[in-house]
């Protein structure tokens, strides 16, 4: 089973800051990597996948990177909407599907 | 427009059963798996198994085989969820989601309670 932890559980930050998220697998999944948002009481979206494909009607601050075991979301400018919960996801090794754990952007 | 509908909330006792739906509309509803993800409260996604309306191919987290049933019924584009024999600790939002080698589209989530 493909592990992934993401780092930090949570990050504080105020509005207009630059947001990094981390996503580390227990072994590589090449570019295989998808990122969700989840907004409190509503279902996950799609952010990236691809490791860094942007998904349709994402804005451009959204923007990933990584390949192999290591993997990275940034949001280049905080705006409100973007407090939130991000969870990385691998598909490398379909069937078996893993989610990380998550990291909750939150208001500093 | 994709969409995916699920049912509503359900408040079931420990030892009982349930069958979530999950309608697909906007798309081939047979052309994609459709992925079961369990949402504990206050914690994080878990993906339970992948459905394929086309061939009834199935595909299960081990976490959860024998623990849930998928199915489908085609004629009315919808995938279906079962859990059996209930406990408190099966009380979590459960979401599907249509898998275009990602999770591109989400339905809104079922909240199931467990509670004597």
């Known amino acids: 089973e493909i592990v992934l932890t993401q780092s930090p559980a949570t990050l504080s930050l105020s509005p207009g800051e630059r947001a990094t998220l981390s996503c580390r697998a227990s072994q590589s999944v090449s570019t295989l990597v998808a990122w969700y948002q989840q907004r409190p009481g509503q279902a996950p979206k799609l952010l990236i996948y691809?490791?860094?494909n942007r998904a349709t009607g994402i804005p451009a601050r959204f923007s990933g990177s990584g390949s192999g075991t290591d993997f990275t979301l940034t949001i280049s400018s905080l705006e409100p909407e973007d407090f939130a919960i991000y969870y990385c996801?691998?598909?490398?090794?379909?069937?078996?599907?893993?989610f990380g754990g998550g990291t909750k952007v939150e208001i500093k | 427009e994709v969409q995916l509908v699920q049912s509503g909330a359900e408040v079931k006792k420990p030892g009982e059963s349930l069958k979530i739906s999950c309608q697909g509309s906007?798309?081939?509803?047979?052309?994609?798996?459709i992925a079961w993800v369990r949402q504990m409260p206050g914690k994080g996604l878990e993906w339970m198994g992948l459905f394929h309306p086309g061939d009834s191919g199935t595909r299960y987290s081990p976490s959860f085989e024998g623990q849930v049933t998928m199915s489908v019924d085609n004629s009315i584009n919808t995938a279906y969820l079962q859990l059996s024999g209930l406990k408190a600790s099966d009380t979590a939002v459960y979401y599907c989601?249509?898998?275009?080698?990602?999770?591109?589209?989400w339905g809104q989530g079922t909240l199931v309670t467990v509670s004597s």
């Open positions: 996801q691998q598909r490398s090794f379909w069937p078996a599907l893993s």
């Open positions: 989601a249509r898998q275009d080698h990602y999770f591109d589209f």
């Open positions: 691809g490791s860094s």
């Open positions: 906007g798309y081939i509803f047979t052309d994609f798996w």
